[in-house]
């Protein structure tokens, strides 16, 4: 998901970063936007390669040997996937949980330090809604919990496995996917709007925070990007 709302701007700002290389993987491959992207630092060699996180393990294992392959080091792992609509229950847990979970294992057979990996970092896009639901959205909300709960996992396991892992969890941030959607069997049909009716950020202004998390690189931080700021939140068990 590395074109679509947050995705694309936040790939707009790690370009500017300056990373060796970076890989998109996405359902569907925009050229203006991969274009725009190389076009922004022609330093970096910006690849796409067209994704869907619904396969089974195996199948994004195939993928990520060519990528490894390809770059010999892969530093950086961000599962970004996301979908907003509760009449899709079986999509938005396949997408925004299990997409999440699968990617990750996969990656393990390259990274895994038990296997004579380098390790590696995994920032997991949760959601505040994982720990402060949208009810109206039960499904979209639990889905990006189950998510957040995996992550503090990998985190606690990275003495394991040598690789460690942090969430990213925006607020209420204006892309398309809050305009309009679909809430669990239409208990609040005004859902969209009645959510832009609270404080909103902008795409870039998440962009930016997201960056500067990865900077941080903090095994087991749970970042907040909200309203502009970037909050490191403590989890109470």
């Not at 203006?32 to 294992?61: G, M, Q, S």
């Not at 393990?108 to 590696?120: I, L, Q, S």
């Not at 995994?122 to 709960?149: D, E, H, M, R, W």
Request: proline content about 5%.
């Amino acid at each position: 998901a590395g074109l679509g709302g947050i995705g694309l701007d936040t790939s707009r700002e790690i370009v500017k970063s300056g990373p060796k290389n970076l890989v998109i993987l996405d359902r569907i491959e925009i050229p203006t936007a991969i274009a725009e992207l190389k076009a922004i630092n022609p330093k970096v060699t910006v690849t796409f390669y067209p994704y869907d996180v619904t396969v089974p393990v195996a199948e994004t294992t195939k993928l990520l040997k060519t990528i490894f392959a390809q770059l010999k080091t892969v530093d950086l792992l961000i599962n970004g996937a996301g979908i907003l609509d509760d009449h899709q229950i079986e999509r938005t847990i396949a997408v925004n949980f299990t997409g999440t979970v699968n990617t990750t294992t996969a990656i393990m057979e390259f990274w895994d330090k038990r296997k004579g990996g380098p390790g590696g970092v995994i920032a997991n896009i949760c959601s505040v809604t994982g720990f402060n639901s949208i009810y109206q959205v039960p499904v979209y909300s639990a889905s990006k919990a189950a998510a957040l709960s995996f992550t503090s996992s990998l985190a606690r396991l990275a003495h394991i496995t040598g690789v460690t892992a942090y969430s990213i969890n925006p607020g209420i941030t204006r892309t398309p996917l809050v305009h309009k959607f679909n809430s669990w069997l239409d208990v609040e049909p005004r859902v969209g709007e009645l959510l832009l009716e609270h404080p909103t950020q902008t795409t870039l202004e998440c962009a930016q925070n997201f960056v500067k998390a990865i900077e941080a690189n903090k095994n087991g931080a749970i970042w907040q990007l909200d309203l502009g700021q970037l909050i490191s939140v403590e989890w109470t068990k």
